[in-house]
């Protein structure tokens, strides 16, 4: 019996790319890049696991830290190398959101946020390879 696939399930040592499934748009659904876009991680619904990245257009560098990569108009993620993290914190529901929202730049002249919520698991790694 082969294992199945579970969308949105990791492997504790993964990489977990948090990415915008699609890309924001505007309200003629054009793909539009917001003038500020958070991507915020928790694990486990515990506060103090909340990870937060800002990349903010118009600022050199858009986000200070290099985290949320920028791939196309409207389009972000970011890069969770999990085998950093403590197991006994990595392993668990992560909750996440992206979110886009207007600035001080006004490029969407709309002035709407935009947030979209979303979970994953990290599983334990079943056994190592050497």
């Known amino acids: ?16 790319r948090l990415t915008t499934s699609t890309p924001f748009t ?13 991507i915020g991680y928790q694990i486990g619904g515990d506060p103090t ?3 937060t990245y800002t ?8 986000d200070p830290t290099g985290s949320i990569v920028r791939t196309a108009v409207g389009s972000y993620y970011l890069e969770v190398k ?10 668990g529901t992560w909750d996440y959101s992206i979110i886009g929202r207007s600035g001080t ?8 946020e ?7 698991m990290v599983i334990p790694a079943r056994f190592t390879i050497s």
């Open 49 to 51: 696991t909340q990870v």
């Open 1 to 16: 019996m082969r294992d199945m696939y579970i969308p949105n399930e990791y492997v504790y040592g993964d990489k977990i």
């Open 82 to 91: 999990t085998r950093l993290l403590d197991p006994s914190v990595a392993v």
């Open 105 to 112: 730049n006004a490029s969407d002249s709309t002035q709407t």
């Open 26 to 38: 505007s309200i003629d659904g054009s793909p539009v890049d917001p003038d500020v876009v958070i």
């Open 114 to 120: 935009v947030r979209k919520d979303k979970q994953l």
């Open 55 to 62: 990349y903010t257009h118009g600022n050199t560098p858009p």
